[in-house]
Nanobody, 113 residues
Framework: VQLVESGGGLVQPGGSLRLSCAAS????????MCWVRQAPGKGLEWVST???????TYADSVKGRFIISRDNAKNTVYLQMNSLKSEDTALYYC????????RGQGTQVTVSS
């Protein structure tokens, strides 16, 4: 399993970012995919899941602001993050489980003015 995240960066509060995760080494279309994050000094937090049928679930903290999607032809999962807040600052990982036990190396998102 290989998961490679990209798209992080520094953004002002209220701004947007789109994260991508390129997957390989497993049958992507047969797996649900997750985004998890780790804020400074805190543990891993589940953010969102997209299932094989395209249905989605979100943590309450991001519901209405973040959108997860997938492109099975490209073996890629995305996280569109809108209306970003300072508390969204974290290292974001894509993972094949909600606990983040199998995840990529992460991409840093910093929300600051």
């Amino acid at each position: 399993v290989q998961l490679v995240e990209s798209g992080g960066g520094l953004v002002q509060p209220g701004g947007s970012l789109r994260l991508s995760c390129a997957a390989s080494g497993f049958p992507f279309s047969s797996y649900y995919m997750c985004w998890v994050r780790q804020a400074p000094g805190k543990g891993l937090e589940w953010v969102s899941t997209i299932y094989m049928d395209g249905s989605t679930t979100y943590a309450d903290s991001v519901k209405g602001r973040f959108i997860i999607s997938r492109d099975n032809a490209k073996n890629t999962v995305y996280l569109q993050m809108n209306s970003l807040k300072s508390e969204d600052t974290a290292l974001y990982y894509c993972a094949i489980d909600r606990q983040g036990l199998t995840r990529g190396q992460g991409t840093q998102v910093t929300v600051s003015s």
